[in-house]
């Protein structure tokens, strides 16, 4: 007898419990090897095995079981309900969803409207710029053209440089002006400076500028640091970036300012 | 042919069984209350028989159902019909009481703590009511030799092995386990027989 065949007939005997420890223990090792045969042979054995239940005189339960019973599984679902109610979407979720919603909201009409604010700005900006470049411009040309303004020649000593012309007038300020201007070294810029008629008085510094590209430079002072009365001369010297308090180095122009 | 048709479609329904411990899972207490119908007086002769004190067997009846309800899902409705594998739980549990009481390791095949695995059932035994299958069991158990039915009654209802049989018995050990194979392969033809 294979080992198959003597364990195919010990099934009904392992599947109704009656096999000793040492054989149900081989049995069921037998099962864990794969052996088709003899698992089709126990699942069919467990039917007829529980067949075996009829054969117990027939009896029925007393009511208070069944009372028992339907007690306890009533209470035991109406927790679970009560439970799977209270894990449904508690109304701390739906307020943390909500303010989650409304501040979603609240950030993106900011950013929206933080935007809408930076391009009016930039617009703004801009438009004060063209404003202010127009009304420089049309100083600019009111104070080289008004015949109430004094016009100052500015020489250099150096042969290759241009000379500069400058008008003041008395209400709208001074605008120096000149072609073919060359730019400073590095960084350097050229500074104006209101030379005072008293003795011993020392340079007014006024404003900076450099020429552009192409050489041209105009400058325009709106507000004078001294009065034309008081001045006796106008001077441009070259100055580190960002101007000085007193000229550094010797005057490349310089211009005397005569009478209105 | 039309026969044939609506027996095929009658094989593939599911049973009234199987619906009710599916509604099981949502905690459906109406599935609860009609499968302890149905099946409590099989469950409860079967646990009385084994434990022979109607308090005790209560009891156990109690934590089957319970357990019926708090874990249906262990139960696959695909797998085989739902009674036997019902029979089988309260069998264990029985078992595991008896034997807690008396002291005795327990030697089955399904451990205690475990769920039964479903018995697939013949295609024949679907069309058998209860009563009709209670009587023909006793009837081919009433053709059995009576050494042979007592020894399988000894292994099921109180749980012995062969060895616990044969001293019982005062038996040989061989004889006992002939009487219980050619017992249980007697009752197998005796069904495939009346089927």
Redesign the interface.
């Known amino acids: 007898m294979s080992d198959r065949d003597r364990f195919r007939?010990l099934i009904?005997?392992?599947?109704?419990?009656?096999?000793?420890?040492e054989?149900?223990s081989a049995v069921e090792a037998h099962l864990a090897e794969g052996c088709a045969e003899c698992s089709k042979a126990r699942?069919?054995?467990?039917?007829?095995?529980?067949?075996?239940?009829?054969?117990?005189?027939?009896?029925?339960?007393?009511d208070?079981?069944?009372g028992?019973?339907?007690e306890?599984?009533?209470a035991?679902?109406r927790a679970?309900?009560a439970r799977k109610s209270s894990r449904s979407v508690p109304f701390w979720m739906w307020a943390a969803v909500a303010a989650l919603l409304v501040f979603t909201l609240y950030t993106s009409w900011e950013t929206v409207d933080l935007r809408r604010q930076i391009a009016e700005s930039i617009a703004r900006a801009q438009a004060e710029i063209a404003k202010r470049n127009e009304l420089q411009e049309m100083l600019e040309t009111n104070i080289v053209t008004d015949p109430r303004s004094v016009r100052i020649p500015m020489a250099s000593d150096k042969k290759d440089m241009p000379q500069l012309e400058a008008r003041w007038h008395a209400r709208f300020g001074i605008v120096v002006a000149g072609q073919n201007v060359p730019a400073p070294s590095g960084t350097r810029t050229l500074q104006l400076w209101l030379i005072p008629k008293v003795q011993n008085g020392k340079p007014i510094p006024s404003l900076m500028l450099r020429p552009d590209a192409g050489g041209k430079f105009m400058l325009l002072v709106t507000n004078p640091p001294e009065t034309m009365e008081a001045t006796k001369a106008l001077a441009i010297t070259e100055e580190p970036a960002g101007g000085s308090a007193q000229p550094t180095t010797k005057p490349i122009w310089v211009g005397t300012v005569g009478s209105p | 042919m039309f026969l044939a048709l609506l027996t095929v479609l009658e094989s593939r329904r599911p049973s009234p069984d199987a619906t009710l411990v599916r509604n099981l899972v949502r905690q459906d207490v109406n599935s609860f209350e009609q499968l302890y119908d149905r099946h409590s007086r099989a469950v409860y002769a079967l646990v009385l028989r084994i434990l022979e004190q109607a308090a005790t067997a209560e009891e156990v009846v109690q934590d089957v159902f319970l357990q019926l309800w708090r874990n249906s899902a262990a139960y696959d409705p695909d797998r085989g019909p739902f009674l036997p594998w019902l029979l089988t739980l309260a069998r264990n549990r029985a078992l595991d009481h008896l034997r807690l009481k008396s002291e005795r390791q327990r030697r089955r095949e399904d451990q205690s703590d475990e769920l039964p695995p479903v018995a697939s059932a013949p295609e024949y035994e679907r069309e058998l009511d209860e009563r009709r299958r209670a009587e023909r069991v006793r009837s081919l158990m009433g053709s059995l030799m009576p050494q042979q039915k007592r020894a399988i009654e000894l292994a099921y209802f109180e749980g012995l092995t062969h060895s616990e049989i044969a001293e019982r018995l005062k038996e040989p050990l061989g004889t006992v386990k002939s009487w219980i194979r050619n017992g249980l392969l007697r009752l197998k033809e005796g069904f495939e027989a009346a089927s």
């Open positions: 007939e009904e005997a392992y599947v109704l419990g009656a096999l000793d420890p054989e149900r699942d069919e054995a467990r039917w007829l095995v529980s067949q075996l239940a009829y054969l117990a005189p027939e009896a029925q339960p007393s208070l079981l069944r028992r019973l339907l306890t599984v009533h035991e679902a679970k309900h």
